[in-house]
């Protein structure tokens, strides 16, 4: 079965200290990996989609990567308006399967 | 404000009635996608439309059924409603440009069941 596991479940970090969280995944015909971050009560906020292994993108303060098995979010220097919760999907045979999510919290 | 709208913004109803949600796409895009968000279950996806066809199907009730119109607007049909289908429900947009696809989230229907 289709699964995706996001570690760790909360990250507490000072401003300015980089960190990454992890997206690993288990699926049958990979089409798309996206990654969101959410804000209590707000739907969902799109930030990166990734296709193939070793791809990357980046936007900000933020940095996806993908491999065959996992997928990572660097955060570089946070603020605390980068606190929020950070969700992954992945997309399978047009299904789409989301991790639990990492909450994150950027002290000042 | 990402461009979705979603109506209602909360609704509250009891259980064995019938509700329906709507969702209005951006401007342009053909494909909605409607998810369910629980605090135990977190984000299921529910079903995927594209320019008024379905096209995938999640871990949809079927008590639940969706619709796309002509206008693109889609409609999310809850029935026989029980207090576990209390949720965050959202729909979202979706476009593929050239960096891929962008999924964009309406601010979400909360659906109290009592």
């Known amino acids: 079965e289709d699964q995706v596991t996001q570690s760790p479940e909360a990250l507490r970090l000072q401003e300015g200290e980089s960190s990454s969280l992890n997206c690993s995944y288990t699926?049958?015909?990979?089409?798309?990996l996206f990654w969101y971050r959410q804000d209590p009560g707000k739907g969902p906020e799109f930030l990166f989609t990734?296709?193939?292994a070793g791809e990357e993108k980046e936007k900000e303060r933020l940095k996806a990567t993908l491999t065959k098995k996992e997928s990572f979010l660097h955060i570089t220097a946070p603020k605390p308006e980068d606190s929020a919760t950070y969700l992954c999907?992945?997309?399978?045979?047009?299904?789409?399967?989301f991790g639990a999510g990492t909450r994150l919290t950027v002290k000042p | 404000d990402s461009g979705v709208t979603q109506t209602p913004k909360h609704l509250i109803t009891a259980t064995g009635q019938r509700v329906t949600l709507r969702c209005s796409p951006r401007?342009?895009?053909?494909?909605v996608y409607w998810y369910q968000q629980s605090l135990d279950q977190g984000l299921q996806f529910l079903i995927h439309?594209?320019?008024?066809?379905?096209?995938a199907k999640g871990n949809i009730l079927e008590r639940f059924s969706a619709q796309q119109f002509p206008d693109l607007h889609s409609e999310l049909n809850l029935s026989s409603l029980e207090l576990g289908d209390s949720a965050l429900y959202f729909c979202?947009?979706?476009?593929?440009?050239?960096?891929?696809?962008?999924?964009?989230f309406g601010p979400g229907t909360r659906l109290l069941v009592l």
């Open positions: 979202a947009s979706s476009v593929v440009g050239e960096s891929g696809e962008t999924q964009y």
């Open positions: 699926v049958s015909g990979l089409r798309g």
């Open positions: 990734l296709y193939s």
């Open positions: 401007s342009g895009d053909l494909s």
């Open positions: 439309y594209y320019n008024g066809e379905e096209r």
């Open positions: 999907a992945v997309q399978a045979s047009g299904d789409m399967r």
